[in-house]
């Protein structure tokens, strides 16, 4: 377990590094830039999903997925629950991405509007399940595995949620 753990959290701390590091705000220069730095973003969405799904299955084995039914369980759920959805919005977004610097560019022109929505709206979805999260975390008694993975979890939805901002960021830099 410390060995999931320690390896959840250098990866993590890779990520968060190479997000702010690499993927500074400066606008690109051009369509090779552009593509270059998102994908850049994209291997680290990936990254941040595969992360995702490893912290939910170390939470699903533990105590509070396997207690009776009562509100603790609920409000435990209630945060497994939704950190999945932020797993599936990441994935989603990383996958429109990928197509969307892929199109040609008389194609792409299309689904600039589109794209930027579809961030900014996944990017305020994020920051409300976040709050959520933050308030199931305030309410629940958490055993001590629990609490070892609420700062890798926090960290780790920030992050993704940059990402997502600097994609949207670059795809404006490409709008005509």
Not at 18 to 25: Q, R
């Amino acid at each position: 377990m410390k060995t999931f753990l320690s390896h959840i959290i250098l990866v993590l701390a890779s990520s968060v590094l190479f997000s702010t590091v690499a993927l500074s705000a400066e606008s690109p220069a051009n369509l090779a830039e552009v593509q270059q730095k998102m994908d850049d973003i994209t291997t680290a969405l990936s990254r941040n999903i595969n992360l995702f799904e490893g912290i939910r299955d170390r939470l699903a084995g533990l105590g509070q997925a396997n207690a009776n039914y009562d509100e603790q369980k609920n409000i435990w759920l209630s945060s497994f629950l939704t950190l999945s959805a932020i797993s599936a919005i990441c994935e989603y977004e990383n996958d429109l991405l990928t197509l969307f610097m892929e199109l040609k560019e008389k194609n792409r022109g299309h689904f600039y509007e589109v794209r930027m929505m579809s961030l900014g709206t996944s990017i305020q979805q994020i920051a409300i399940m976040n709050r959520q999260i933050e308030i199931n975390h305030r309410l629940i008694t958490h055993e001590a595995q629990e609490k070892k993975l609420i700062d890798t979890e926090k960290k780790l939805i920030l992050s993704s949620s940059d990402l997502l901002q600097k994609s949207l960021a670059l795809i404006k830099s490409l709008q005509p």
